[in-house]
């Protein structure tokens, strides 16, 4: 089953913009630690950011600090990755993911999380 659905993928050139959205079902995301993982063509699946409005966590890996802005709303149960800036590394499946605590490894520990969304999948070109 999926339990988390992601949306607002596509094709952007270089400097370019996209707002991804994922809306669960069952719970609400600011309940949970709401995370986005990504995957590009030959690499491992990577944490991109993670927001939890309980404690106020809001935490992005290096390369996409001051580009990409993870944020929720609750009246419409959604979470968003604004992405801005759009380079061609960038270019990946990225999968919506949700987890009541934070694993004891830390955020990025993608294998311990509880939800998943289908994936949506951004090209950038050059």
């Known amino acids: 089953d999926v339990q988390l659905q992601a949306s607002g993928g596509g094709l952007v050139q270089a400097g370019g913009s996209l707002r991804l959205s994922c809306t669960p079902s069952g719970f609400t995301v600011d309940g949970y630690y709401m995370a986005w993982f990504r995957q590009g063509p030959g690499k491992e699946r990577e944490g991109v950011a993670c927001?939890?409005?309980?404690?106020?966590?809001?935490v992005y890996t290096e390369s996409v600090k001051g580009r990409f802005t993870i944020s929720t709303d609750g009246a419409k149960n959604t979470v968003y990755l604004q992405m801005n800036n759009l380079r061609p590394e960038d270019t990946a499946v990225y999968y919506c993911?949700?987890?009541?605590?934070?694993?004891?490894?830390?955020?990025?520990?993608?294998?311990?999380?509880?939800?998943w969304g289908q994936g949506t999948l951004v090209t950038v070109s050059s």
């Open positions: 927001i939890g409005s309980r404690d106020g966590t809001e």
């Open positions: 993911a949700a987890i009541f605590e934070l694993p004891l490894g830390g955020w990025r520990e993608s294998d311990e999380y509880e939800y």
